[in-house]
Protein backbone atom coordinates (compact mmCIF):
# COMPACT_ATOMS: atom_id res chain seq x y z
CA UNK A 1 0.00 0.00 0.00
CA UNK A 2 3.04 2.35 0.98
CA UNK A 3 4.57 1.66 -1.83
CA UNK A 4 1.70 2.01 -4.52
CA UNK A 5 1.38 5.56 -2.92
CA UNK A 6 5.22 6.10 -3.42
CA UNK A 7 4.63 5.34 -6.65
CA UNK A 8 1.62 7.44 -7.59
CA UNK A 9 3.16 10.38 -5.78
CA UNK A 10 6.92 10.10 -8.05
CA UNK A 11 4.46 9.83 -10.71
CA UNK A 12 2.45 12.99 -10.78
CA UNK A 13 5.44 14.71 -8.98
CA UNK A 14 7.16 13.74 -12.37
CA UNK A 15 4.45 14.17 -14.36
CA UNK A 16 4.33 18.19 -13.55
CA UNK A 17 7.78 18.83 -13.69
CA UNK A 18 7.30 17.91 -17.51
CA UNK A 19 4.34 19.27 -18.40
CA UNK A 20 5.75 22.86 -17.21
CA UNK A 21 9.13 22.27 -19.29
CA UNK A 22 6.74 21.48 -22.42
CA UNK A 23 4.53 24.79 -20.94
CA UNK A 24 8.31 26.46 -20.88
CA UNK A 25 9.08 25.34 -23.97
CA UNK A 26 6.16 26.93 -25.67
CA UNK A 27 7.25 30.14 -24.52
CA UNK A 28 10.73 30.22 -26.50
CA UNK A 29 9.74 31.75 -29.81
CA UNK A 30 10.33 28.99 -32.84
CA UNK A 31 13.90 29.49 -33.83
CA UNK A 32 12.58 28.53 -37.20
CA UNK A 33 8.99 29.31 -37.59
CA UNK A 34 9.02 27.74 -41.46
CA UNK A 35 9.52 24.34 -39.80
CA UNK A 36 7.57 22.96 -37.12
CA UNK A 37 8.79 20.23 -34.73
CA UNK A 38 11.77 21.94 -34.00
CA UNK A 39 11.87 22.67 -30.62
CA UNK A 40 14.42 21.63 -27.63
CA UNK A 41 12.44 18.60 -26.15
CA UNK A 42 12.73 20.24 -22.59
CA UNK A 43 10.18 17.45 -21.11
CA UNK A 44 12.89 14.63 -22.18
CA UNK A 45 14.88 15.58 -19.31
CA UNK A 46 12.69 14.36 -17.21
CA UNK A 47 12.18 10.63 -18.97
CA UNK A 48 15.81 10.34 -19.47
CA UNK A 49 15.92 11.24 -15.64
CA UNK A 50 13.58 8.80 -14.79
CA UNK A 51 15.40 5.73 -17.15
CA UNK A 52 18.39 6.55 -14.94
CA UNK A 53 17.06 7.06 -11.90
CA UNK A 54 13.84 4.95 -11.77
CA UNK A 55 12.62 2.92 -13.84
CA UNK A 56 11.24 2.40 -17.67
CA UNK A 57 7.51 1.68 -16.66
CA UNK A 58 7.70 5.22 -15.06
CA UNK A 59 9.09 6.91 -18.01
CA UNK A 60 6.10 5.59 -20.48
CA UNK A 61 3.74 6.29 -17.28
CA UNK A 62 4.93 10.29 -16.92
CA UNK A 63 5.40 10.71 -20.65
CA UNK A 64 2.29 9.25 -22.14
CA UNK A 65 0.44 11.42 -19.45
CA UNK A 66 2.22 13.78 -19.98
CA UNK A 67 1.16 14.23 -23.77
CA UNK A 68 -2.41 13.66 -22.76
CA UNK A 69 -2.39 16.36 -20.43
CA UNK A 70 -0.20 19.32 -22.60
CA UNK A 71 -2.46 18.32 -25.60
CA UNK A 72 -5.78 19.66 -23.63
CA UNK A 73 -4.06 22.29 -21.88
CA UNK A 74 -2.26 23.64 -25.12
CA UNK A 75 -2.62 21.73 -28.38
CA UNK A 76 -5.18 20.48 -30.80
CA UNK A 77 -6.38 16.41 -31.20
CA UNK A 78 -3.76 16.64 -34.58
CA UNK A 79 -0.80 17.65 -32.68
CA UNK A 80 -1.73 14.58 -29.80
CA UNK A 81 -0.87 12.27 -32.67
CA UNK A 82 2.30 13.64 -33.96
CA UNK A 83 3.75 13.81 -29.85
CA UNK A 84 2.33 10.77 -29.51
CA UNK A 85 3.85 8.77 -32.24
CA UNK A 86 7.28 10.37 -31.72
CA UNK A 87 7.18 9.82 -27.43
CA UNK A 88 6.21 6.06 -28.18
CA UNK A 89 9.47 5.72 -30.83
CA UNK A 90 11.89 7.64 -28.72
CA UNK A 91 10.99 5.48 -25.61
CA UNK A 92 11.06 2.39 -27.31
CA UNK A 93 14.53 3.20 -28.42
CA UNK A 94 15.50 4.81 -25.31
CA UNK A 95 14.49 1.93 -23.38
CA UNK A 96 16.30 -0.56 -24.96
CA UNK A 97 19.13 1.79 -25.48
CA UNK A 98 19.33 2.08 -22.01
CA UNK A 99 19.01 -1.64 -21.49
CA UNK A 100 22.41 -2.34 -23.66
CA UNK A 101 24.06 0.48 -21.85
CA UNK A 102 26.16 1.16 -24.87
CA UNK A 103 25.55 4.70 -24.57
CA UNK A 104 25.97 7.60 -22.21
CA UNK A 105 23.24 9.88 -20.86
CA UNK A 106 23.31 12.77 -23.55
CA UNK A 107 23.80 9.87 -26.65
CA UNK A 108 20.77 8.11 -25.08
CA UNK A 109 19.11 11.32 -25.19
CA UNK A 110 20.12 12.25 -28.70
CA UNK A 111 18.78 8.83 -29.81
CA UNK A 112 15.45 9.52 -27.92
CA UNK A 113 15.34 13.30 -29.77
CA UNK A 114 16.06 12.06 -33.24
CA UNK A 115 13.70 8.76 -32.95
CA UNK A 116 10.70 11.58 -32.12
CA UNK A 117 11.71 13.76 -34.78
CA UNK A 118 10.84 10.47 -36.82
CA UNK A 119 8.09 8.48 -35.31
CA UNK A 120 6.46 12.43 -36.29
CA UNK A 121 7.24 12.31 -39.45
CA UNK A 122 6.39 8.46 -39.83
CA UNK A 123 3.01 10.02 -38.49
CA UNK A 124 2.93 12.75 -40.86
CA UNK A 125 3.36 10.50 -43.85
CA UNK A 126 0.92 7.86 -42.77
CA UNK A 127 -1.87 10.69 -41.97
CA UNK A 128 -1.04 12.92 -45.18
CA UNK A 129 -0.55 9.48 -47.09
CA UNK A 130 2.68 11.65 -48.95
CA UNK A 131 5.81 10.25 -48.55
CA UNK A 132 7.49 13.20 -49.70
CA UNK A 133 8.60 14.63 -46.23
CA UNK A 134 12.06 13.32 -47.08
CA UNK A 135 13.58 17.23 -46.90
CA UNK A 136 11.91 17.56 -43.53
CA UNK A 137 13.74 14.96 -42.21
CA UNK A 138 17.42 16.09 -42.52
CA UNK A 139 16.45 19.31 -40.71
CA UNK A 140 14.65 17.16 -38.19
CA UNK A 141 17.55 15.01 -37.77
CA UNK A 142 19.62 17.85 -37.21
CA UNK A 143 17.82 19.69 -35.09
CA UNK A 144 17.30 16.24 -33.09
CA UNK A 145 21.20 16.03 -32.64
CA UNK A 146 21.48 19.49 -31.49
CA UNK A 147 18.38 19.69 -28.84
CA UNK A 148 19.46 15.97 -28.02
CA UNK A 149 22.56 16.72 -26.75
CA UNK A 150 21.63 19.86 -24.78
CA UNK A 151 18.82 17.37 -23.54
CA UNK A 152 21.69 14.86 -22.56
CA UNK A 153 23.69 17.38 -20.68
CA UNK A 154 21.20 18.84 -18.44
CA UNK A 155 19.65 15.11 -17.38
CA UNK A 156 22.80 14.51 -16.75
CA UNK A 157 23.46 16.79 -14.51
CA UNK A 158 20.33 15.64 -12.49
CA UNK A 159 21.57 12.03 -12.73
CA UNK A 160 24.90 13.40 -10.98
CA UNK A 161 22.78 15.39 -8.70
CA UNK A 162 21.21 12.59 -7.20
CA UNK A 163 23.64 9.94 -6.89
CA UNK A 164 21.41 6.80 -5.96
CA UNK A 165 17.98 5.33 -7.17
CA UNK A 166 14.29 6.50 -6.14
CA UNK A 167 12.99 4.08 -4.47
CA UNK B 1 36.65 4.03 -10.84
CA UNK B 2 39.07 2.42 -12.76
CA UNK B 3 36.34 0.07 -14.20
CA UNK B 4 34.15 3.42 -14.62
CA UNK B 5 36.09 5.35 -15.96
CA UNK B 6 36.58 3.08 -19.23
CA UNK B 7 32.71 2.48 -19.26
CA UNK B 8 32.62 6.54 -19.69
CA UNK B 9 35.37 6.39 -22.60
CA UNK B 10 33.27 3.43 -24.07
CA UNK B 11 30.00 5.65 -23.60
CA UNK B 12 31.65 8.81 -25.06
CA UNK B 13 33.21 6.56 -28.19
CA UNK B 14 29.96 5.25 -29.27
CA UNK B 15 27.90 8.78 -28.45
CA UNK B 16 30.66 9.99 -31.59
CA UNK B 17 29.41 6.74 -33.45
CA UNK B 18 26.16 7.57 -33.05
CA UNK B 19 26.07 11.28 -33.98
CA UNK B 20 28.53 10.39 -36.90
CA UNK B 21 25.93 8.08 -38.04
CA UNK B 22 23.17 9.96 -37.96
CA UNK B 23 24.75 12.81 -39.35
CA UNK B 24 26.23 11.05 -42.70
CA UNK B 25 22.67 9.78 -42.78
CA UNK B 26 21.46 13.55 -43.33
CA UNK B 27 23.83 14.21 -45.60
CA UNK B 28 23.55 11.13 -47.87
CA UNK B 29 19.87 11.74 -48.15
CA UNK B 30 20.43 15.57 -48.66
CA UNK B 31 22.66 14.71 -51.34
CA UNK B 32 20.10 12.48 -52.87
CA UNK B 33 17.37 15.20 -52.75
CA UNK B 34 19.86 17.79 -53.87
CA UNK B 35 21.83 16.74 -56.58
CA UNK B 36 20.23 13.66 -57.81
CA UNK B 37 16.95 14.62 -57.95
CA UNK B 38 15.70 16.33 -61.68
CA UNK B 39 12.99 19.26 -61.65
CA UNK B 40 9.54 18.19 -61.72
CA UNK B 41 7.34 19.17 -64.35
CA UNK B 42 3.64 19.57 -62.61
CA UNK B 43 2.85 19.70 -59.02
CA UNK B 44 -0.05 17.28 -57.45
CA UNK B 45 -2.50 18.76 -54.66
CA UNK B 46 -4.05 16.06 -52.38
CA UNK B 47 -5.81 17.21 -49.50
CA UNK B 48 -6.63 14.77 -46.81
CA UNK B 49 -4.50 12.02 -48.72
CA UNK B 50 -7.07 12.20 -51.39
CA UNK B 51 -6.13 13.56 -55.02
CA UNK B 52 -7.46 16.65 -55.61
CA UNK B 53 -5.92 18.36 -58.75
CA UNK B 54 -2.85 18.52 -60.98
CA UNK B 55 -1.27 21.26 -62.15
CA UNK B 56 1.29 21.93 -65.01
CA UNK B 57 4.78 23.97 -63.80
CA UNK B 58 5.11 25.17 -67.20
CA UNK B 59 2.40 27.89 -67.15
CA UNK B 60 1.70 30.25 -64.89
CA UNK B 61 -1.58 30.48 -62.69
CA UNK B 62 -2.98 31.16 -59.82
CA UNK B 63 -5.40 28.49 -58.00
CA UNK B 64 -7.47 28.69 -54.89
CA UNK B 65 -7.86 25.38 -52.74
CA UNK B 66 -10.41 25.19 -50.50
CA UNK B 67 -10.53 22.64 -47.82
CA UNK B 68 -12.99 22.05 -44.79
CA UNK B 69 -16.52 22.90 -46.19
CA UNK B 70 -14.94 25.62 -48.38
CA UNK B 71 -14.15 27.49 -44.81
CA UNK B 72 -9.75 27.13 -45.45
CA UNK B 73 -8.36 28.22 -48.03
CA UNK B 74 -4.73 28.11 -49.13
CA UNK B 75 -4.03 29.78 -52.51
CA UNK B 76 -1.16 28.41 -54.95
CA UNK B 77 0.42 30.10 -57.40
CA UNK B 78 2.59 28.62 -60.06
CA UNK B 79 5.35 31.33 -61.35
CA UNK B 80 8.22 30.66 -63.84
CA UNK B 81 8.51 26.96 -63.48
CA UNK B 82 7.82 27.24 -59.37
CA UNK B 83 5.08 26.53 -57.21
CA UNK B 84 4.64 28.31 -53.95
CA UNK B 85 1.51 29.13 -51.42
CA UNK B 86 0.62 32.70 -51.34
CA UNK B 87 -1.69 32.76 -48.56
CA UNK B 88 -3.90 30.14 -46.13
CA UNK B 89 -6.10 30.81 -43.53
CA UNK B 90 -4.58 27.70 -41.44
CA UNK B 91 -3.38 28.99 -37.99
CA UNK B 92 0.33 28.75 -38.28
CA UNK B 93 0.87 30.24 -41.90
CA UNK B 94 3.97 27.69 -42.59
CA UNK B 95 2.94 26.65 -45.87
CA UNK B 96 2.67 30.02 -47.04
CA UNK B 97 6.24 31.02 -45.32
CA UNK B 98 7.44 27.94 -47.71
CA UNK B 99 10.20 28.53 -50.30
CA UNK B 100 8.93 27.44 -53.79
CA UNK B 101 9.13 24.23 -54.88
CA UNK B 102 10.43 22.89 -58.27
CA UNK B 103 12.32 19.52 -57.79
CA UNK B 104 10.86 16.46 -58.61
CA UNK B 105 9.54 15.27 -54.99
CA UNK B 106 9.58 18.12 -53.03
CA UNK B 107 6.27 19.21 -51.17
CA UNK B 108 4.47 21.83 -49.08
CA UNK B 109 2.35 21.04 -46.54
CA UNK B 110 -0.27 22.38 -44.67
CA UNK B 111 -1.14 20.10 -41.39
CA UNK B 112 -3.91 21.88 -40.51
CA UNK B 113 -5.70 21.83 -43.70
CA UNK B 114 -4.79 18.41 -44.56
CA UNK B 115 -3.19 19.92 -47.91
CA UNK B 116 -0.21 18.87 -49.57
CA UNK B 117 1.65 19.86 -52.60
CA UNK B 118 3.92 17.89 -54.54
CA UNK B 119 6.15 18.61 -57.32
CA UNK B 120 5.71 15.34 -59.95
CA UNK B 121 7.71 14.58 -63.03
CA UNK B 122 4.47 13.69 -65.21
CA UNK B 123 4.13 12.47 -68.84
CA UNK B 124 0.66 13.33 -69.49
CA UNK B 125 0.95 17.06 -69.23
CA UNK B 126 -1.17 17.96 -72.10
CA UNK B 127 -4.00 17.78 -69.79
CA UNK B 128 -2.77 20.20 -66.93
CA UNK B 129 -6.10 21.31 -65.65
CA UNK B 130 -7.73 18.07 -65.27
CA UNK B 131 -9.25 17.83 -61.69
CA UNK B 132 -8.78 14.16 -60.88
Same mark, same amino acid.
Given at each position: ?????????????????????????????????????????????????????????????????????????????????? &?? #? !? +? $??????? *? %???? =?? /?? @????? &?? #? !? +? $??????? *? %???? =?? /?? @????????? +????????????????????????????? | ????????????????????????????????????????????????????????????????????????????????????????????????????????????????????????????????????
Amino acid at each position: MNNKIKTITFTGIFTALAIILAYVELLIPPLFPSLPGIKMGLPNIIIVFLLYRKDATSAIFVSLIRILLVTMLFSNAMAFLY &SL #A !G +A $VLSLLIM *I %LLRK =LN /LL @SVVGV &SI #A !G +A $VAHNIGQ *I %LMAM =LL /LD @SSELGFYLI +ALVFSGIIAGVFVGLCGALLIKKFPSKLH | MEKQKTTNKRHLRNDIILVAVLLLFAIACGIYLFFFRATGDAVKVTVNGKPYATYSLSENREVNIYTGNNKQLNRLIVKDGKAFIETATCPDKICAEHRAIFRDGESIVCLPNRVVVTVIKSDKTDAPDAVT
